[in-house]
């Protein structure tokens, strides 16, 4: 039997497209039930208390949450099963076409399915990712810095503890790491730290930075290891960026980073921070990082925290006046033809190339089941500390949620299995309007489901508390004006 590894020759040759008629196509429905199926081996199969099935690629990181029906199509798909086999049913060769022209697997040529594949559980609750700050040091000086930190030196955990901690990550299955700090790449284990992820087959996703110590060495490093993460580069707009993170250069090091990392292959994001001196320069930002080869922006509002606290005097701009300038430029964005991806706070976003937008922000839910933060169910972030939390931006923020660490007795385990972060990331919104009077009696809450739990704790402190910034969107009206850019055909709303 001939294998199709050719994915485009494969998928044209199921669909009948091009040179195959639909009498051929039939006939190959047919032969496909006389075939061996095989998982690729970029493909692994794995399952959690909360999460009984999900599928893995080991190359790109992303998971997939399979039905009971799907995991018994694909568990068929091990090289030495016929499709024709009388346990196989035809809802099963549905699916296994689907995964076929889905390059999940392919035609069998007496392949065997490799052990690390195969289907195994882990005895805790699902977690996708790992966001963790390895340090609170910085070489900058941001007077944004919600650590506070852009004169103290912080202890970091020594490099056996983190070992620890990358062993525990690895026992509960999680697949992704990405770093940040304070600036992760001045670590000076940093290497060290790496190599122990991927020597726990831990994909290294994603790497925050300020792009100073990005440079020939460090790419080289990383072609050592045959890793290629993402890299975020904060970028305050242009002109602005030395003034926020209050050192000389620090914007040409930024763009200079991006040029080095693109000459190289590797992808590349951006995030800025919104202040009223920078607000005018969205547009020109955002064409500036498009031709740089950037792939998308996130921008944010700077938060009233940290270093804010004493540098935002004729600096600080209100959310109203943010969602103004949004609102400014979302036209002139689709007029370019939406250069890039792009997400303005939690009330605007839009992938590259595309017409279609959505809000972030709008959960619209009525039964009030849903989680009030599913990012949270599958991202944890640890602090430099070994603190568990919902969010980055809650670290060091003065809040009422419990401190939770991983130690060798409280491993991660422990807490994905018991714990009061177990119970916050799971929260319900129902949950909370019972805690939160004022979210309940609101018009809006079947819209925001009650908002962003980091926005809360930013506002006042409380987990449970209001969202302040959603409160502006949908009482200020700003929901329905992005709305009205949709209707005046500008794009629609997914």
């Not at 977690?127 to 004169?151: A, E």
């Not at 700077?302 to 959310?319: A, D, F």
């Amino acid at each position: 039997m001939n294998t199709y590894h050719n994915s485009e020759k494969k998928i044209n040759y199921m669909m009948g497209i091009d040179f195959f008629s639909v009498s051929i196509y039939n006939k190959y429905l047919e032969l496909i039930n006389y075939m061996k199926f095989i998982l690729d081996k970029k493909y692994i199969i794995r399952g959690w208390k909360n999460s009984l099935y999900v599928l893995i690629n080991l190359e790109s990181g992303e998971s997939r949450h399979i039905s009971p029906l799907e995991f018994q199509a694909i568990s068929f798909c091990d090289g030495n099963t016929d499709i024709d086999d009388i346990f196989i049913l035809e809802p099963h060769k549905v699916i296994i076409r689907n995964f076929l022209k889905d390059d999940i697997i392919h035609i069998s040529s007496d392949e065997k399915i490799n052990k690390n594949q195969k289907y195994f559980s882990y005895d805790c609750s699902y977690i996708k990712q790992i966001h963790w700050s390895i340090t609170r040091n910085c070489n900058c000086n941001c007077r944004h810095c919600y650590l506070s930190s852009p004169d103290k030196k912080y202890r970091d955990m020594p490099l056996d503890k983190c070992f620890e901690i990358i062993r525990q990550i690895a026992e509960c299955g999680i697949q992704k790491i990405s770093l940040t700090g304070g600036e992760a790449l001045i670590r000076p284990d940093f290497w060290q730290i790496v190599d122990f992820i991927l020597e726990n087959k831990i994909k290294l996703s994603r790497i925050y930075t300020n792009g100073m110590a990005i440079n020939e060495s460090l790419i080289y490093n990383l072609k050592l290891r045959n890793i290629k993460p993402e890299f975020s580069i904060s970028f305050d707009g242009i002109g602005f960026h030395d003034w926020l993170r209050g050192i000389k250069g620090a914007e040409i090091s930024a763009v200079n980073a991006f040029k080095i990392l693109n000459k190289n292959g590797f992808s590349t994001f951006s995030e800025m921070c919104l202040y009223k001196d920078n607000a005018h320069t969205i547009f020109d930002t955002v064409n500036f990082l498009t031709n740089l080869g950037v792939s998308g922006l996130k921008i944010n509002v700077v938060s009233n925290t940290g270093s804010w606290m004493n540098n935002k005097k004729n600096h600080e701009i209100s959310t109203k006046k943010a969602y103004d300038a949004f609102l400014r430029y979302i036209p002139e964005f689709f007029g370019l033809g939406s250069p890039m991806n792009l997400q303005m706070a939690g009330v605007f976003a839009c992938f590259k190339g595309s017409r279609n937008f959505f809000v972030p922000a709008v959960k619209c839910t009525d039964d009030y089941k849903a989680s009030v933060c599913e990012h949270a169910k599958e991202v944890l972030y640890l602090s430099s500390e070994g603190e568990v939390l919902p969010c980055v931006s809650i670290d060091l923020a003065k809040t009422n949620i419990k401190k939770t660490f991983i130690t060798k007795s409280n491993t991660l385990k422990n807490i994905l299995n018991k714990s009061y972060y177990l119970s916050i990331i799971n929260l319900k919104i129902k949950e909370l309007l019972k805690k939160n009077k004022t979210c309940a009696n609101c018009k809006y809450c079947s819209l925001c489901g009650g908002g962003c739990r980091a926005n809360a704790v930013l506002s006042g402190g409380n987990y449970f508390g209001i969202d302040l910034q959603m409160c502006e969107f949908f009482k200020g009206g700003y929901f329905e004006k992005i709305k009205e850019i949709a209707k005046i055909g500008s794009a629609t709303v997914a």
